[in-house]
Each structure stands twice: as structure tokens, then as C-alpha cells.
């Protein structure tokens, strides 16, 4: 590695280009982070007014009435709803998204390989808009027979059950359609990290005769472990953030229901997006206190990435 | 404690002439050798000397309730006076009466009429001329349903209430059957659907079930729905989008969109005069029936949810312009907005209402409105 540190410049030698270049690339770095900070500043600001004049605690109220006398608001709804479907999403893209990149890296005829990919990632161009549309008026009713099957025969599961023989707008729907949203995240970043691993991991555990799925089970998937988690985080990172699609396609109420069946669910950034256009004064102001707490969360989801990745490195063997 | 006013408000500019030429091209596309929609009802208009043109600009938000019937107006305004441009941008009622309160508009639309403080801090705005809250588009809210095979469905408004609170559940219920008696009804759960984003239809249908069902509705009225089960639906287009698609379903939405809807038929609604089904006729009779204040031209209605006049629909509701009766700055064009407001007042643009599935206002309600617009017309000095 320290052959490869350039040397330091210093003194006289200094040339104009190198000294623009380093401020240009500087400056760079910090715009980011001077956005980031401006954005928690407007959020903290903004959100103020309604945190202060909120009756209802904001962690376990699950009433939404920031306009009523007194206010009483809280994101205990949508927090659950915003983790909840992006649970199943993440349950359901993540296995999908692996196996795909298994595949299309290790399986596939090299020309088949290169078209699947491409198509994987021409999924990820879809706006979050066509999803939605797409989720609400073809997906939504073709999926009520497998919502119907599912509550009939796995019933007995409280997640499965469901009371009000109704199968439309459900978290379960939200959950595959975000699902197909993160897919192409979690599958091309995997497909990254599978190239990754050394040739010479893969042929010798070949010639030690290793069938394929030995091969990829002893020496791709522990090479690739940091780099399929952080696919997935990022993956999480936007279904957590999605917010057309879910506003369409949940049914946005504020009750707390695990049933995924079952119309219901809301989320953070669905319920901003369906609330702004009417809402003024504190209702905004509350809005806006949901945005940071969201804001917080992914940050939250982020580091925690960063940090399995950093901490899995050192037994990966990966550097 | 008042917010500062969003920027929203500086949004491009001619939103709704971009709409007008979209339907312009739309048209064209239909094959149709009109080329311009509004150009016949622009000539009528004129024919009538309803519209009296006045040349230059005004800028305007407001309830997006509303929106569709200024669009209409302002397209036919606009058609029959090209030197004229009337930008109404629909960025919600308290948003709409922010830009009016902070001079950033000549009007402003608002679902609720304007009073107490805020009324005064109209007046200031208008620089200590009187503020008036005039009615001008009439609306009603359709309950639809989805029903295979039943072409006629009455409610009464407990019932309806009921169904909207989750406490009846089932089409066969005993109370929907005793009201439909000829009518075969499923043995089928019933799909309720509702507003899941913040909306004003919400609110008045809340305030409706309210007012006539207190026994069967306790739950919040506001622009959010807070009752229990069913499901949300954003905007009234999903809303009866979701009735259309959804078996055994019901929901309610504003009463354009059931004009014309596949699949969705309006409830009658019962309320002890016999059922009555959504119409513009009929709810133009509910608001002409109902008590008003008129105080010096700021005319107030309270709708009679609980109406049993025949033939009135009763789930009606009316947006406001909030406006100055003078004493409006000369660069926001006071001459334009009462030319405008004057048009839409009169016979030719009322009857327009009723064509895009708002609600003509009438007898002395109108006469009322008339009068107030012509409070307008003196202080703009026309």
C-alpha cells in the first residue's frame, strides 16, 4: 500500500494546478457535507414548533391530528409501517437479488449472463411513479388469490390472518412492490462484489473438487459478505425512503396492524406526501418533524452498513 | 405564531394556460374540428355581454377543490379576451388564504369562508376596506358503489354513516336490505374506501355524517379520515379508481367523477323525503334552500345537511373567493378581477359548473353573490 501514496507535496514546489485542483476537490467534499448539514438544520428548525406544542408522546401516540386543539401527533404508525414493509421487501428482494447475481455471474451462458444483467439494471431506471401505478392497477389485483391463499392455509400465522376478508392494500402488496424496487440495487451491487472475488480462490477450490455450489458456498459467499451486506443496506436504504409508490399502494390508515394481509399500513414518507399539498402551519411543521425523524433513521441505517462492513473486513480476509 | 408563506406560491407561472393548450391538443387529437373547446361557450358568453374584457394579469391560488371550475372559467375568459391572463395556482385552501392575507395574490380560494382574525387581517390587506368571503362554486359529494347486478342502491344516512365507521360490515346486513328491499344484495364483506391523503372532501363529508348520524359517527371531522377500518385511496381519482376495480365496494368521491365513471354507480340518499340521487340539480337546490349570512356583501353559507326539502342532495358543499371589496393595490388589477369575478357569477359561467360536475348556484343565493361581485365592480371603480 505505500508504494501507492503518492509523495507529498510540499513547500516551493507547490504548482498553481495541483494547488486549484486540491480546492476544487476539497471544496467538493465539503458542499456534501455542508448540504447534509443545512438539511438537519431546516429539519431540526422547522420541526421545532410542532415538537414543542405536540400532547401525545412522539414515539407511542398513533394518532395523526396536528391540526385539532390541542395537537396530538405520532410516528409510532409509521415508523412500524416504514420498517414493516420494508422488512418484507428486504425478505423478499434480498434472496432474489443474490440468486440473481449467483447467476448471471457463475451459472449463466456468458451471452445470456450479459442480457439479464443489463435487464436487471434496466429495472432499476423505472421510476418509483411507474411502480406504483403498476402495483396499483396490475399487481394489486392478480396478488388477491395469493393473499387469499396464503391467509386461508398459513392463516394460523397471526401475520397471515385475516379478519376482514379483504385483500387489497395491504402491506403484504407494498412489501413486493418494494421488493421490486430494491431489486436491481441489491442484485447489480452483489454482482459487483461476486467479480470481485480472486480467480484464484474460485480455481483452487475448484481443483480441490468443490462442486460449484461448494465453491460458491466456501469461497464466494464468505468473501463476499461485507459487499452483500452493504447491498442490502442500501437496498433497505431506499425501500425505508420510497415514497410514490407506498402512498399509492397502502391503504395509509393509523392503526398499528402486523396482519400483511389485510388493507392497512402507512409510512413516513408516504404520509408526507399524501399530507403536504393540505396541510399549513403545524400540521407542516409536524410533517417535517416525521422527514427528520426518517432523516435520522436512514442516517442510522447507513452507519450501521458502514460499520458490519468495516468490522466483517478484518475476518473476511478481503483486503 | 402565523407561518410564513410557502413558496409554493412562486411556482412557474401560466400553469393553467399550459392546461388550456393541453386540452387544446387533446381535443385536436379526438378528431374533432373544434379547435379550441371553450371558443363556443367564449361566443355565447359574449353574446350575453356576460364577459366584459379587461386587459393584463392577475395572479391567484387557492383550494384545489375549486380548481377545475376556475380552469373552465378562466379558459373561457381567456378565449373570449386574449389580451387577459388569469393564473389560478390550486396549492390548497390555507395556502391559497396565506397568499391573499400577504398581498402575494388579487384573490384567493378557500374552501372554508375566511372570519374572526383572519378576516381582520384580510381587511388591513385590503388596506382597511372590507374583506368578503363570496361564494362561487357549488360542489356535492357522490357515494359510490360497486355492485354487480344492482343498478339502484338508497342509503339513509345512518346507515351510511354506519358503513362508513366499519359498524356494518356486510352487504346483506339487515338495514341495507330493509332500504333496498327489491334489490338482491351479495353476501359479501363490504370494501370501504376513503381519502388517505389530507383532503377537504374528507372534510365535509365527515361534517356531514356528523351533523345528521351524531349517534353512529363520533369520530373527528377535519381534513383527515379518523374512523376506523376500510381503506385509503390518494385523491378522489384513486378513490373511485378502487371502487371501479374492486368488487362489493364503496367510497365516496367529488361529484365529477362519478359523471363518468365505469364500473361505479352514486348512492340515492334517503333522508326521509325520498331517495335523492347525486345531481347538479339536485344539490343546487340544498344550497338554495339552506340559511346564509350576508353581511355587507361577505356572504356566508351554512349548508343544511340535515335538508328534507325534495329533491335536495344533501352531502353539498361550496367554495369561497376571498376578496377585497376595494382598496386592492392598481398592479394586481382590481379592473381584471371584478371583470372576472363578474363572469363567473353570471348566468353563462354558473351554467358552466354544471356541465363539469360542480354545482350552479341559484336563486337568492345568487342574487346575493351578484351583489357582491357588484360591491367588487364600484370599489375597482368599473
Given at each position: 500500500m505505500s508504494l501507492l501514496t503518492p509523495p507529498r507535496i510540499t513547500g516551493s514546489s507547490v504548482r498553481p494546478g495541483d494547488r486549484n485542483f486540491r480546492f476544487i476537490t476539497t471544496g467538493a467534499g465539503i458542499t456534501v457535507l455542508v448540504v447534509l448539514a443545512a438539511i438537519a438544520a431546516f429539519l431540526i428548525w422547522k420541526s421545532l414548533p410542532a415538537l414543542q406544542n405536540n400532547t401525545g408522546n412522539i414515539f407511542t401516540n398513533e394518532q395523526w391530528l396536528p391540526d385539532a386543539d390541542p395537537p396530538s401527533w405520532g410516528i409510532a404508525v409509521l415508523i412500524f409501517g416504514?420498517?414493516?414493509?420494508?422488512?418484507?421487501?428486504?425478505?423478499?428482494?434480498?434472496?432474489?437479488g443474490i440468486g440473481t447475481a449467483l447467476y448471471i455471474t457463475f451459472y449463466a451462458?456468458?451471452?445470456?449472463?450479459?442480457?439479464?444483467?443489463?435487464i436487471v439494471d434496466l429495472l432499476a431506471a423505472v421510476p418509483s411513479i411507474i411502480f406504483g401505478l403498476w402495483g396499483l392497477y396490475y399487481f394489486m389485483p392478480e396478488i388477491v388469490p395469493a393473499a387469499q391463499w396464503l391467509s386461508t392455509y398459513l392463516g394460523w400465522l397471526p401475520i397471515f390472518s385475516n379478519d376482514l376478508d379483504l385483500y387489497t392494500k395491504?402491506?403484504?402488496?407494498?412489501?413486493?412492490?418494494?421488493?421490486?424496487?430494491?431489486?436491481?440495487?441489491?442484485?447489480?451491487?452483489?454482482?459487483?462484489?461476486?467479480?470481485?472475488?480472486?480467480?484464484?480462490?474460485?480455481e483452487a477450490s475448484l481443483a480441490l473438487g468443490a462442486t460449484r455450489w461448494e465453491m460458491i458456498r466456501m469461497a464466494v459467499l464468505p468473501f463476499s459478505r461485507p459487499g452483500m451486506i452493504s447491498a442490502a443496506m442500501l437496498g433497505l436504504?431506499?425501500?425505508?425512503?420510497?415514497?410514490?409508490?407506498?402512498?399509492?399502494?397502502?391503504?395509509?390508515?393509523?392503526?398499528?396492524?402486523?396482519?400483511?394481509?389485510?388493507?392497512?399500513?402507512?409510512?413516513?414518507?408516504?404520509?408526507?406526501?399524501?399530507?403536504?399539498?393540505?396541510?399549513?402551519?403545524?400540521?407542516?411543521?409536524?410533517?417535517?418533524?416525521?422527514?427528520?425523524?426518517?432523516?435520522?433513521?436512514?442516517?442510522?441505517?447507513?452507519m450501521t452498513a458502514r460499520w458490519v462492513v468495516n468490522r466483517r473486513r478484518e475476518f473476511s480476509g478481503a483486503n | 405564531?402565523?407561518?410564513?408563506?410557502?413558496?409554493?406560491?412562486?411556482?412557474?407561472?401560466?400553469?393553467?394556460?399550459?392546461?388550456?393548450?393541453?386540452?387544446?391538443?387533446?381535443?385536436?387529437?379526438?378528431?374533432?374540428?373544434?379547435?379550441?373547446?371553450?371558443?363556443?361557450?367564449?361566443?355565447?358568453?359574449?353574446?350575453?355581454?356576460?364577459?366584459?374584457?379587461?386587459?393584463?394579469?392577475?395572479?391567484?391560488?387557492?383550494?384545489?377543490?375549486?380548481?377545475?371550475?376556475?380552469?373552465?372559467?378562466?379558459?373561457?375568459?381567456?378565449?373570449?379576451?386574449?389580451?387577459?391572463?388569469?393564473?389560478?395556482?390550486?396549492?390548497?385552501?390555507?395556502?391559497?388564504?396565506?397568499?391573499?392575507?400577504?398581498?402575494?395574490?388579487s384573490f384567493g380560494g378557500t374552501d372554508k369562508p375566511v372570519v374572526d382574525e383572519d378576516l381582520a387581517a384580510a381587511e388591513e390587506r385590503c388596506d382597511d376596506n372590507a374583506a368578503m368571503n363570496i361564494p362561487l362554486v357549488g360542489g356535492a359529494i357522490a357515494v359510490a358503489y360497486h355492485l354487480e347486478g344492482v343498478e339502484e342502491l338508497t342509503l339513509d344516512p345512518q346507515t351510511l354513516a354506519r358503513i362508513f365507521a366499519s359498524e356494518i360490515t356486510r352487504w346483506d346486513d339487515p338495514t341495507i336490505v330493509a332500504l333496498n328491499p327489491a334489490v338482491e344484495l351479495p353476501d359479501a364483506a363490504i370494501a370501504q374506501f376513503h381519502r388517505s391523503d389530507s383532503s377537504g372532501t374528507t372534510a365535509n363529508f365527515s361534517d356531514y355524517l356528523e351533523a345528521i348520524a351524531p349517534d353512529a359517527w363520533d369520530y373527528d371531522t377535519g381534513k383527515e379520515w379518523t374512523a376506523p377500518g376500510g381503506q385509503g385511496a390518494k385523491g378522489s381519482d384513486q378513490v373511485i379508481a378502487s371502487v371501479a376495480q374492486t368488487p362489493n365496494s364503496i367510497g365516496y368521491v367529488e361529484l365529477s367523477y362519478i359523471l363518468d365513471a365505469i364500473n361505479a354507480k352514486p348512492v340515492a340518499i334517503d333522508q326521509g323525503a325520498g331517495?335523492?340521487?347525486?345531481?347538479?340539480?339536485?344539490?343546487?337546490?340544498?344550497?338554495?334552500?339552506?340559511?346564509?349570512?350576508?353581511?355587507?356583501?361577505?356572504?356566508?353559507?351554512?349548508?343544511?345537511?340535515?335538508?328534507q326539502v325534495p329533491g335536495a342532495y344533501p352531502i353539498s358543499i361550496v367554495t369561497y373567493e376571498i376578496v377585497c371589496s376595494a382598496g386592492l393595490d392598481?398592479?394586481?388589477?382590481?379592473?381584471?378581477?371584478?371583470?372576472?369575478?363578474?363572469?363567473?357569477?353570471s348566468d353563462s359561467g354558473q351554467a358552466l359548473l354544471g356541465e363539469i360536475g360542480y354545482v350552479p348556484l341559484s336563486g337568492d343565493l345568487l342574487d346575493g353573490v351578484r351583489g357582491s361581485v357588484d360591491r367588487v365592480a364600484q370599489g375597482a371603480g368599473r
Open positions: 416504514t420498517i414493516w414493509t420494508s422488512v418484507i421487501a428486504m425478505a423478499i428482494a434480498v434472496p432474489i451462458p456468458r451471452r445470456i449472463a450479459r442480457t439479464l444483467g443489463f395491504s402491506i403484504l402488496i407494498a412489501g413486493f412492490v418494494l421488493a421490486m424496487m430494491i431489486l436491481p440495487t441489491v442484485s447489480a451491487i452483489s454482482r459487483e462484489v461476486f467479480w470481485q472475488v480472486p480467480k484464484g480462490h474460485i436504504g431506499r425501500a425505508l425512503g420510497e415514497t410514490i409508490a407506498v402512498a399509492l399502494i397502502l391503504s395509509a390508515v393509523f392503526e398499528i396492524n402486523w396482519q400483511i394481509t389485510e388493507p392497512g399500513g402507512n409510512s413516513i414518507a408516504a404520509n408526507i406526501a399524501l399530507k403536504w399539498g393540505e396541510a399549513a402551519g403545524n400540521g407542516r411543521s409536524a410533517l417535517i418533524a416525521t422527514g427528520m425523524v426518517l432523516f435520522f433513521i436512514t442516517l442510522v441505517v447507513n | 405564531m402565523r407561518p410564513r408563506v410557502i413558496p409554493q406560491i412562486a411556482a412557474p407561472r401560466g400553469v393553467v394556460g399550459v392546461l388550456a393548450a393541453g386540452s387544446l391538443a387533446l381535443a385536436g387529437c379526438g378528431g374533432s374540428n373544434t379547435v379550441n373547446p371553450a371558443i363556443p361557450a367564449a361566443e355565447a358568453a359574449m353574446a350575453a355581454g356576460d364577459i366584459d374584457c379587461v386587459d393584463g394579469k392577475i395572479q391567484t391560488a387557492g383550494s384545489s377543490a375549486q380548481a377545475n371550475a376556475i380552469t373552465e372559467w378562466v379558459n373561457v375568459y381567456q378565449t373570449a379576451c386574449p389580451q387577459s391572463t388569469i393564473d389560478y395556482q390550486p396549492v390548497g385552501s390555507g395556502a391559497g388564504v396565506e397568499a391573499f392575507l400577504s398581498a402575494q395574490t331517495p335523492v340521487l347525486p345531481t347538479a340539480e339536485n344539490a343546487s337546490v340544498t344550497l338554495a334552500s339552506s340559511p346564509s349570512t350576508n353581511d355587507d356583501g361577505n356572504i356566508i353559507l351554512d349548508i343544511d345537511y340535515t335538508t392598481q398592479g394586481q388589477n382590481p379592473e381584471l378581477v371584478s371583470a372576472f369575478l363578474s363572469f363567473a357569477a
